[in-house]
């Protein structure tokens, strides 16, 4: 058979899909178990790279929680293939004139897994604790006026505010309100939501189970990427923790695990000719160097120019992604697909690779010979590999560079303290708007503090239209190649390997397990 290899697209975004409302107050829900075929059920287990650190959807923008999380939360809004916004525990929501309010009608009837109706009050309390952990919408306001209606009010319009709710990465979840305003600084430790799927168990270094939500009611519309139509066809979902790439290629050869994510680059040729695995590469995002801004040597924006300056980027990409159908030496934030937002502003700064230049910097920055620790994990190979040519890169220029290796749960926790590192390796999602960038926000690990990216965001959400709107964009992307929040190393595919007895699995900056079936 010739191997199925799916890559998913981003399109346009509608920019005026955030002026107006969207929705069917007349849809149907449904709550299905049995398949297409006619039957339903079964086991799904999940060769998964990494386990989390939380499973707190408000937390963090890991993908090990992002992936585990979204069969069990919903949010207002979401994401179609497009990355357009669609509602989802929103029946309907309308823009007022003026673009200050945001009037989000609820579905009736939606049971959170404890058995408790979803209504208003569960909501205001959710997005006010997101908003204050994701530190989006700060100034926003929520109230309900009842028990079905939300409203959003901001200080001024905002035409990516709707984006903001649908953002996956950090997932503006609701969760029942007495969960949202109990929860500890550390997170929630009861995972309670009104998704497909619902929490079992969390086997530390093992498993996270999930089992089927029976009382789910969804809606009644064809799924299109994180909305629409969401069966639980599964009896259960095991997220297996396999943190060694090759123990999960084995266990998929063997038919251990149904899926695997993180499929090694090395591996894509061997299971072209193997009849019982599908290969589903997806565009993933940016792999990047993370600079510690807060203090040290790199709070200077002249030496994170200088590393910028330094690297030989493709053989990096290269390393980590083994060919060049993986990975794209693309300098924009956005990807090529995004037309309203993808520009090559400051190109020319992407990939310049003169070590004697950065040299000349590093001196003019102060560096005097200090440890240059760059933070990394094994637990995803494309990281550990970027890592280690990376320091191979900065040794041979004569800089004091070292790997600090540990495991990615660790890695997270270690980034938040900023005495632990100079650099740390991550990769950062498909973004709906550039807003969303992590790295951007002066709370994320890295801590950016540069107020001119506040001022061009502020822009992109007065602008009067989308081409201007891109025009900002330009704008913050050159802004970007000065003031080097982290290097920009290139664009990549992840590829997970996929069963073919496992029907129905698609993708959107992550796994989508809705809606999966398994033919045995």
Not at 95 to 103: A, N, Q
Not at 223 to 234: F, I, N, R, S, V
Not at 389 to 412: F, K, S
């Amino acid at each position: 058979m010739s191997v199925r290899k799916t890559k998913m697209t981003v399109g346009a975004i509608a920019f005026s899909l955030l002026l107006a409302g969207c929705g069917d107050s007349n849809t149907e829900e449904s709550s299905a178990v049995e398949g297409a075929n006619g039957s339903g059920g079964g086991t799904l287990n999940f060769g998964y790279s990494t386990q989390p650190e939380v499973l707190d959807p408000h937390f963090t923008t890991a993908s090990a929680t992002r992936d585990l999380v979204r069969p069990i939360y919903e949010s207002l809004v979401t994401l179609n293939s497009n990355y357009e916004v669609i509602p989802m525990l929103a029946e309907s929501y309308e823009v007022s004139e003026d673009g200050k309010t945001i009037t989000f009608s609820l579905r009736e009837g939606v049971l959170f897994h404890n058995g408790e109706e979803l209504t208003a009050d569960d909501v205001v309390a959710s997005m006010e604790r997101w908003q204050e952990i994701a530190n989006v919408l700060p100034d926003a306001s929520y109230e309900a006026m009842d028990p079905y209606i939300v409203l959003l009010h901001l200080d001024e319009p905002n035409n990516t505010a709707l984006h903001l709710l649908a953002d996956i990465s950090q997932m503006a979840a609701v969760m029942p309100e007495e969960i949202a305003v109990d929860a500890p600084a550390t997170g929630v430790t009861e995972y309670v939501g009104t998704g497909p799927y619902e929490f079992t168990n969390w086997n530390q270094d093992q498993h996270v189970h999930l089992t089927r939500f029976e009382e789910y009611t969804g809606v009644d519309e064809e799924t299109d990427g994180m909305g629409g139509a969401k069966h639980a066809y599964l009896d259960e979902i095991y997220f297996q923790f396999v943190p060694d790439s090759q123990t999960r290629v084995a266990g998929l050869q063997t038919g251990e695990y149904d899926l695997i994510n993180g499929l090694p680059y090395d591996n894509y040729d061997m299971f072209e000719n193997d009849d019982s695995v599908d290969l589903r590469t997806m565009p993933s995002g940016m792999e990047v160097l993370v600079f510690n801004k807060k203090e040290g040597l790199f709070s200077d924006p002249l030496a994170r120019q200088a590393i910028n300056v330094a690297l030989n980027k493709e053989p990096i990409m290269q390393a980590a992604f083994n060919h060049e159908d993986f990975y794209s030496m693309e300098p924009a934030l956005m990807i090529e697909d995004q037309a309203d937002w993808h520009t090559r502003a400051g190109e020319e700064n992407f990939e310049i690779n003169d070590p004697d230049l950065a040299l000349s910097m590093l001196e003019e920055a102060g560096y005097d010979g200090e440890e240059i620790r760059i933070l990394t994990s094994r637990d995803y190979d494309h990281h550990y590999n970027v890592s280690v040519v990376t320091h191979q890169q900065l040794q041979e220029m004569g800089l004091n560079a070292t790997l600090n290796v540990v495991d990615w749960a660790t890695l997270l926790s270690l980034r938040e303290d900023p005495s632990q590192y100079e650099i740390f390796v991550t990769s950062l999602f498909i973004y709906a708007v550039p807003h969303q960038y992590p790295f951007l926000n002066s709370s994320w690990p890295g801590w950016t503090d540069n107020p001119g990216y506040e001022e061009y965001f502020d822009q992109i959400d007065q602008a009067n239209d989308q081409d201007e709107a891109l025009a900002i964009t330009e704008q913050l992307q050159e802004l970007f190649y000065e003031d080097v929040p982290v290097v920009n190393v290139g664009h990549y595919d992840t590829i997970d390997g996929v069963k073919t007895h496992v029907i129905d699995y698609d993708q959107l900056m992550g796994p989508i397990l809705w809606n999966v079936q398994l033919d045995e």
